[in-house]
């Protein structure tokens, strides 16, 4: 129930900051989802094959942007896990 409703609070609250902020290039809040996304996966970037994977990722998607529609790059930077030949954290290994 308390998850509920501070789930809902905060929703609430996000909306009317949303507003109150206006558009988010204004404040260059465009580049926050970046920024969190990055913090989330430095954890996991301790690992060599995950430091591996990500770069290979990141190269394709860079490579591919200019040519590609938006979001292929980043859908063909699943390939970088391919090539690097790394598997997730979590999986078990034979």
Excluded: Y
């Amino acid at each position: 129930m308390l998850l509920f409703v501070t789930w809902n609070l905060g929703t609430a609250a996000g909306v009317l900051a949303g507003k109150a902020i206006g558009h988010p290039s204004a404040l260059g809040l465009d580049a926050a989802s970046p920024v969190v996304l990055l913090a989330l996966v430095m954890p996991a970037l301790r690992d060599p094959a995950a430091r591996r994977a990500a770069a290979l990722g990141a190269g394709i998607a860079l490579a591919a942007t200019p040519f590609l529609p938006g979001g292929l790059p980043v859908l063909l930077a699943l390939l970088g896990l391919v090539a690097a030949g790394s598997r997730p954290s979590g999986a078990v290994r034979a």
